[in-house]
């Protein structure tokens, strides 16, 4: 029961959020062609890729749960070949044959490439050392960082969707805006302190290690995510 609603959860987020990212892109590039599909289709793939390689593997330590509501839930809503598949056929309909195997063409090449990036950024990233630098005082798991300024970077490419291309009034974007970063924050933060644990670091014995890490981790997202919004306004 507990992995249902951990993909209840997770797929409820995945959905809202390929709302907001096609929605914008349609309203920013017209509906001539299934950008919007494509593209969360394609970003969808390279996440897969990326946290499949860290997740069932175990090189992330993670629940059953935690690891259902992202891989299954949040993923699994966040891509959809059923809508793929019917724009397809609305184009063929349509007589635009030149578009409708362009799209089965990109999505099916792009996909493919997008989870094998993914799967090569994951393996690349915990290839040394399990993805720690060890030190003294400690230990710095650099790779978790890394996944994790990918994943802040994502998001403020979205939150610049949502401030300028989707017709949403300024309460829901600002609600939705702090919802999804402190979220992300929070949750990216948590899971770097359990996986420090899952390595022998207690939190009684290496609280500063446990905090700094926590406090590294939000700086470095909210940075990275400040630099997402800055893309994502020259796109």
């Known amino acids: 029961m507990n992995q249902i609603i951990a993909v209840a959860l997770g797929g409820a987020s995945g959905a809202v959020m390929r709302f907001l990212i096609s929605s914008g892109l349609y309203q920013w590039l017209g509906r001539g062609f299934p950008y919007g599909t494509l593209v969360v289709n394609v970003l969808g793939s390279f996440l897969i890729g990326l946290l499949t390689e860290a997740l069932i593997l175990q090189r992330i330590p993670m629940t059953l749960e935690y690891r259902a509501a992202i891989l299954v839930g949040f993923i699994g809503a966040f891509t959809t070949f059923s809508t793929f598949s019917l724009e ?38 915990f290839l040394y050392s399990g993805g720690m630098i060890h030190w003294s005082g400690g230990v710095i798991p650099f790779a978790l960082l890394i996944v994790n300024a990918i994943g802040a970077f994502l998001i403020g490419i979205v939150a610049t969707i949502l401030l300028q291309k989707v017709a949403l009034s300024m309460e829901y974007r600002a609600a939705i805006m702090v919802i999804m970063i402190g979220t992300y924050l929070t949750l990216s933060g948590l899971y770097l ?19 700094g890490t926590f406090v590294g981790n939000g700086l470095s997202c909210l940075l990275v995510i400040w630099l997402g919004l800055l893309v994502g306004k020259q796109i």
């Open 193 to 211: 302190i359990l996986f420090l644990i899952e390595h022998g670091y207690s939190f009684e014995a290496h609280t500063n290690l446990m905090l």
């Open 88 to 125: 397809t056929i609305y184009l063929l309909e349509q007589g635009s044959l030149n578009k409708a195997a362009l799209n089965v063409i990109v999505s099916l090449l792009g996909c493919l490439l997008a989870v094998w990036i993914g799967l090569l950024c994951g393996r690349t990233l």
